[in-house]
């Protein structure tokens, strides 16, 4: 058993408040990703987890260890930094092998693990290096290497391939994701990149400002959106917003005019109308339209992204076919169905007027 | 407590040594100093409680005091600025692109890390003998040197030149300093047709204003403390005639020819205090001539 | 027409470079020139000593030239063995104090420096201002009272007082050097070696000593250097000729007063500095690098 269990734990540093209160299960055997725009907390989350950190008020267990006093070295966890922080003065092998030495595992042990590991990541002719001879996807992988090695009961990863080009973070992305299927630990995972959240994520927390927004499957963040900073957080390019009245027939939207929605919606106040780029129709149909102009044209292959700007001066981002060819400056009829719509309250909360119908 | 312990224990035990060093080595020592330089002291009795007359003495009576302090302040007043100037001419010549700049930086830096060696000191003190290598030198050109070390006229000048041939660790200082200048002020200066002398004093001394002060400080704290080439050339008594009898000297001979422990140790506070005064005042002033590139105004 | 003034207009072009180069290499000359005669300037007192070292006694005082009529080799030999006891033992006796303060210096410091630049503890701030302010005080200062302590537990007439103070960390200097180098290195290798199950001395030792070792070589050769020089701390606690350390021994050869030994002086005080010189020749990097970043001595 090594699920993680966090209950009411803060963080302050000196007067400051960073984390407030939070509570969060970790299921055994889950990728957990913890996601957050910088400055949300979410590494010194991850750090109070690994006991890098010191827990202010709470607790966090292990198993069914409570951890707040145990020093990070017997927690049986293992992690992977931003910077990988290889030892320079070590090769790859040493480096591999200096977590084993400390467990006084006997050598040939050692050897086996660190033979098994170098096989795993296909690292084992770079064995006699130093880190400082390795490129960069080399040193992820002695990284992650390191950490695997130890067979602990949980991993914790801090923004690992932030330092990495695009290309290559794709393909440890994929990696990484097989290395969790074949060792099925329990993972946490620390990014602000929510691609790779919801590509490698059993679950999802969205942290914002030291609390947890909401917790779910990738497929329910996107779908479920809590909250307005959930929608808009998740997913790329982002979700538009449009600021409606609440009437007694249903919603006036801007340039769009009046969409009816069901029987439980509110009667008056404003609504955060959210609606995702692909949700658009282009041309007549769906519950309302509106025309507006392309201003910017995103053409990106497989997709295309239109920026129209509408009578009202707002501008949405549209989602549309790449084989269709448009021009800025040209003037398209633009229409949305109400069901595929993400409705928000003046307190930014969700309004779950379809959600039973999905 | 036992928290207590697993949050600073590892800490304290990695000071342990500099404990036992700071407070017997250090801040003890340093208190006891006071309190002996209250007393009078010979070793063999306990020490006695005198009140100030060890300072009433020095201060009203003590003519070789008034003398050390008088030397002591004359070589640290010659020295240094020569030392920092030669330091500053020579690292500029020092230039970035120069060839050969890491034999004459070498070179130049040998006298300073020999220079506090008692083989330098006697090496010194044979140079300036009547018939020595000065005089001969001297000679040649037509002058008749002085009885350099039994003259109590020039005997500290030997000193002060001992003191600047050692410029090479400020001018190392220097050397990092002026490289920390962009070029690109240098250019745009040439640009503006500004002379080199004029780019010398807008340019290059504010801008190493820090490194010049930081120079100074050290330098200045370190000829305050000069006693192994002062003691050796002066035959270990700051002869001739006490012109040689630096405070340090002064305080040896006190403490350890003669056992006044109690005197020796006003002597080492005065010391202690005159160098915190100088470096306090250096720090003062620097607020208004030093300016870091980091700072606002 | 064309084709002339092109011609013209890029001899002409040529020509200043030529003028320009000229000038540029003509001032580069004239400062190298300049530095060659300030280097001899310099040097000249150390060549003078090597060369006195092996000239007849007559030809040292009231001769400027560097070449002997003879070469007395006989001076070394004849110096090694001309005091009561023989060289070997202050050799040996400068090379125990030496090797020990080393050791026990780039130990101390280190562990004190580790505490400050990496561990959490109550009172941090405190002591790291009260280790910087141990800078500023004076060695004088404390010189009495620790004689008076060394004396009381019978440590006089040893080495102790040369070496024990020396695994104290009492050099703040090397502690603040070590304190700035150590925070450079990244934090995350701390806490990776946190997860791999260090302690905090396994990190000290396994991950911060191996990439410190310029810091760790600057302090050493440096303790080195100022050891092996050192005089005043050998001259106030050893006092028996069988533990004089090699500075000691040369004074005495000075104060012995024959006025036939200079030769064998200069060989001896030749021999004192050789390995300084030879540490100076190997370690330049470090050396430099320690004065220009932390303005050591």
């Known amino acids: 058993m090594s699920g993680v269990n966090l209950n009411k734990v803060?963080?302050?540093?000196?007067?400051?408040?960073?984390?407030?209160?939070?509570?969060?299960?970790?299921?055994?055997?889950?990728?957990?990703?913890?996601?957050?725009?910088?400055?949300?907390?979410?590494?010194?989350?991850?750090?109070?987890?690994?006991?890098?950190?010191?827990?202010?008020?709470?607790?966090?267990?292990?198993?069914?260890?409570?951890?707040?006093?145990?020093?990070?070295?017997?927690?049986?966890?293992?992690?992977?930094?931003?910077?990988?922080?290889?030892?320079?003065?070590?090769?790859?092998?040493?480096?591999?092998?200096?977590?084993?030495?400390?467990?006084?595992?006997?050598?040939?042990?050692?050897?086996?693990?660190?033979?098994?590991?170098?096989?795993?990541?296909?690292?084992?002719?770079?064995?006699?290096?130093?880190?400082?001879?390795?490129?960069?996807?080399?040193?992820?992988?002695?990284?992650?290497?390191?950490?695997?090695?130890?067979?602990?009961?949980?991993?914790?990863?801090?923004?690992?391939?932030?330092?990495?080009?695009?290309?290559?973070?794709?393909?440890?992305?994929?990696?990484?994701?097989?290395?969790?299927?074949?060792?099925?630990?329990?993972?946490?995972?620390?990014?602000?990149?929510?691609?790779?959240?919801?590509?490698?994520?059993?679950?999802?927390?969205?942290?914002?400002?030291?609390?947890?927004?909401?917790?779910?499957?990738?497929?329910?963040?996107?779908?479920?959106?809590?909250?307005?900073?959930?929608?808009?957080?998740?997913?790329?390019?982002?979700?538009?917003?449009?600021?409606?009245?609440?009437?007694?027939?249903?919603?006036?939207?801007?340039?769009?005019?009046?969409?009816?929605?069901?029987?439980?919606?509110?009667?008056?106040?404003?609504?955060?109308?959210?609606?995702?780029?692909?949700?658009?129709?282009?041309?007549?149909?769906?519950?309302?339209?509106?025309?507006?102009?392309?201003?910017?044209?995103?053409?990106?292959?497989?997709?295309?992204?239109?920026?129209?700007?509408?009578?009202?001066?707002?501008?949405?981002?549209?989602?549309a076919s790449s084989q269709t060819q448009y021009k800025t400056g040209e003037e398209l009829t633009l229409s949305l169905t109400a069901k595929n719509a993400h409705y928000f309250g003046e307190d930014n909360l969700r309004i779950p007027l379809y959600d039973e119908k999905k | 407590m036992k928290k207590f312990f697993a949050k600073n224990g590892p800490g304290y035990f990695f000071l342990i040594p500099w404990f036992i060093g700071f407070f017997c080595l250090a801040l003890g020592p340093i208190l006891y100093s006071l309190y002996l330089s209250f007393t009078k002291y010979n070793i063999f009795k306990p020490p006695k409680w005198i009140g100030l007359e060890n300072y009433e003495f020095m201060f009203l009576y003590d003519d070789r005091f008034w003398k050390s302090l008088e030397v002591t302040f004359s070589y640290v007043f010659m020295s240094v600025p020569g030392k920092l100037i030669f330091a500053l001419a020579v690292a500029m010549l020092l230039d970035k692109g120069m060839r050969a700049i890491g034999f004459y930086r070498a070179l130049f830096y040998l006298p300073s890390i020999l220079g506090g060696s008692i083989a330098v000191a006697i090496l010194w003190k044979q140079l300036f003998e009547y018939n020595g290598v000065i005089n001969s030198l001297l000679a040649k050109i037509g002058i008749e040197g002085p009885y350099w070390l039994n003259d109590p006229n020039y005997s500290l000048y030997t000193l002060v030149m001992l003191g600047m041939w050692q410029f090479g660790s400020p001018m190392l200082i220097f050397i990092a300093g002026l490289r920390a200048i962009p070029r690109e002020l240098y250019e745009a200066a040439e640009i503006d047709a500004a002379s080199k002398w004029k780019q010398f004093y807008a340019i290059t001394v504010p801008l190493l204003a820090p490194v010049i002060f930081f120079n100074l400080v050290l330098q200045m704290i370190d000829a305050f403390k000069t006693f192994s080439s002062a003691f050796i050339i002066s035959g270990g008594a700051g002869a001739p005639l006490d012109s040689l009898n630096f405070i340090t000297v002064y305080l040896y001979n006190e403490a350890f020819a003669f056992y006044r422990m109690g005197y020796a140790s006003s002597l080492a506070w005065i010391l202690m205090l005159i160098i915190a005064v100088f470096t306090g005042v250096a720090f003062f002033s620097s607020r208004y001539w030093v300016h870091y590139e980091n700072e606002r105004d | 027409m064309t084709d002339l003034s092109i011609q013209e207009a890029s001899e002409i072009a040529h020509n200043y470079r030529v003028i320009r180069d000229k000038r540029k290499r003509r001032a580069a000359i004239t400062k190298h020139l300049f530095l060659a005669i300030c280097s001899l300037i310099m040097v000249y007192p150390l060549i003078w000593m090597i060369v006195s070292s092996v000239k007849p006694d007559n030809e040292i005082f009231g001769n400027i030239s560097l070449w002997p009529s003879e070469f007395i080799w006989q001076n070394y030999p004849d110096g090694w063995n001309g005091l009561f006891l023989s060289f070997t033992v202050f050799y040996k006796n400068s090379i125990i104090v030496t090797v020990l303060a080393v050791i026990g210096n780039t130990l101390s410091c280190s562990f004190a420096a580790y505490a400050f630049a990496r561990l959490e503890f109550k009172g941090k701030n405190i002591f790291f201002a009260l280790m910087m302010m141990t800078l500023m005080i004076p060695y004088h200062v404390v010189l009495i009272p620790q004689y008076l302590l060394f004396l009381k537990i019978g440590w006089v007439n040893t080495f102790l007082p040369l070496i024990v103070p020396r695994f104290l960390a009492g050099d703040a200097f090397f502690i603040f050097l070590m304190v700035q180098f150590f925070r450079q290195l990244p934090r995350d290798l701390d806490e990776a070696a946190m997860i791999d199950g260090c302690s905090p001395f396994k990190i000290y030792w396994a991950v911060i000593m191996p990439l410190s070792l310029p810091a760790l070589a600057t302090t050493a050769i440096f303790t080195f250097i100022w050891t092996w020089e050192d005089f005043l701390g050998p001259l106030i606690y050893l006092n028996d000729i069988r533990d004089y350390t090699v500075p000691l021994a040369l004074r005495n050869f000075i104060s012995q007063d024959s006025v036939s030994m200079f030769g064998q002086l200069f060989a001896m005080s030749i021999l004192s500095i050789v390995p300084i010189f030879v540490f100076f020749i190997f370690f330049q990097k470090f050396i430099i690098r320690g004065i220009a970043t932390s303005g050591l001595k």
């Open chain 1, 10 to 319: 803060v963080k302050t540093y000196g007067d400051l408040e960073i984390i407030h209160g939070i509570d969060l299960e970790v299921h055994d055997g889950e990728f957990l990703v913890l996601v957050g725009p910088s400055g949300c907390g979410k590494s010194t989350l991850l750090r109070m987890i690994a006991g890098l950190e010191e827990i202010t008020d709470g607790t966090i267990s292990i198993g069914d260890r409570i951890v707040n006093d145990v020093p990070a070295a017997q927690r049986n966890l293992s992690m992977v930094f931003q910077s990988y922080a290889l030892y320079p003065h070590m090769t790859v092998r040493k480096n591999l092998a200096f977590g084993l030495g400390n467990l006084k595992m006997p050598k040939a042990e050692i050897a086996k693990r660190v033979a098994e590991v170098a096989k795993i990541l296909q690292i084992e002719e770079l064995l006699e290096r130093k880190p400082r001879q390795l490129s960069g996807g080399q040193k992820q992988r002695v990284a992650i290497g390191r950490s695997i090695v130890r067979e602990p009961e949980l991993f914790l990863f801090d923004e690992p391939l932030s330092n990495l080009d695009a290309e290559l973070r794709v393909q440890m992305r994929v990696e990484l994701a097989g290395l969790y299927q074949r060792l099925g630990t329990t993972m946490i995972y620390v990014t602000h990149d929510q691609i790779e959240a919801m590509t490698l994520a059993t679950r999802i927390v969205v942290l914002q400002a030291g609390i947890i927004e909401q917790v779910g499957t990738p497929f329910d963040l996107y779908n479920f959106p809590q909250n307005k900073f959930v929608a808009t957080f998740i997913g790329s390019p982002k979700m538009n917003m449009i600021e409606g009245t609440a009437n007694k027939s249903g919603l006036l939207l801007p340039d769009f005019g009046q969409i009816s929605l069901p029987k439980n919606a509110p009667k008056s106040g404003n609504i955060h109308f959210g609606i995702r780029p692909e949700q658009f129709t282009i041309g007549k149909g769906g519950d309302a339209t509106s025309t507006g102009k392309i201003t910017l044209i995103e053409y990106l292959g497989s997709e295309l992204f239109l920026y129209i700007t509408l009578p009202s001066g707002h501008v949405v981002l549209v989602q």
